[in-house]
């Protein structure tokens, strides 16, 4: 079982829907959360840091980490083609002062016009 | 300020050879980590360096290898290249000092082809 678990995917919605994306992991020493939005053929680009439970919102974008549950999500709210992308999920504990992410494997996004 | 940098950007060799990637991590930043980006395994970590040791290392063989030097650019190595090897390699960099300072940016990356 993989450590992080998310749905590839591919994940069509309309231009302005409200877009869930989602990612369990098994791992309770998480308790940093990231989301990327990787476009083809590029790097991935930080959307979202969160540390430990809660919400944190940015424009457009909302990410929820339920940490008894090992649940996050990134919300979209009025999605443009723009977001047509692969997301992807990492997660650290950060113990003895390192940097590795475990990332799931990615969701693709298309936003239709 | 200029993000992280990754030369070359793409690179074509045949098996049996080595190759050296390089990454500029973004100004200020101390940590550089490398990642294997392929379709069947996605993102995986190779390693990671903090002024100019290595902090972590992933579940690779040793024929991946990487160093960083005095102003935070960090170099990985391959040798004995495999067909398996073809990949998107993926460099990222961040302040990696405390808990607020985390976040990780990621370079375009160097895309590898082993023939």
């Known amino acids: 079982q993989k450590e992080v678990e998310q749905d590839p995917g591919p994940l069509s919605v309309p231009e302005g829907a409200i877009v869930s994306l989602n990612c369990t992991y098994s791992?309770?020493?998480?308790?940093?959360f990231m989301w990327y939005r990787q476009y083809s053929r590029k790097g991935p680009e930080l959307l979202m840091y969160?540390?430990?439970?809660g919400n944190k919102e940015d424009g457009r974008f909302t990410a929820q980490v339920d940490k008894s549950s090992k649940y996050i999500s990134l919300f979209i709210r009025d999605s443009q083609p723009s977001d047509s992308a692969t997301y992807l999920c990492a997660m650290s504990d950060y113990g003895g002062a390192t940097n590795k992410l475990i990332f799931g494997t990615g969701t693709l996004l298309a936003v239709q016009p | 300020k200029a993000g992280v940098t990754q030369t070359p950007r793409y690179l074509i060799k045949t098996r049996g050879q080595q190759v050296t990637l390089s990454c500029s991590p973004i100004s200020g930043h101390r940590s550089v980590s490398w990642y294997q980006q392929t379709p069947g395994q996605g993102l995986q970590f190779l390693f990671e360096y903090f002024s100019e040791t290595q902090r972590n290392k992933g579940n690779f063989p040793g024929r991946f290898s990487g160093r960083q030097f005095s102003n935070s650019r960090s170099e990985m190595n391959v040798s004995t290249l495999e067909l398996g090897d073809s990949a998107l390699y993926l460099c990222?960099?961040?302040?990696?000092?405390?808990?607020?300072?985390?976040?990780?940016?990621f370079g375009p990356g160097t895309r590898l082809t082993v023939t």
């Open positions: 969160t540390y430990s439970s």
């Open positions: 990222a960099s961040s302040i990696g000092r405390d808990r607020e300072s985390y976040e990780q940016y």
């Open positions: 791992n309770s020493a998480f308790q940093y």
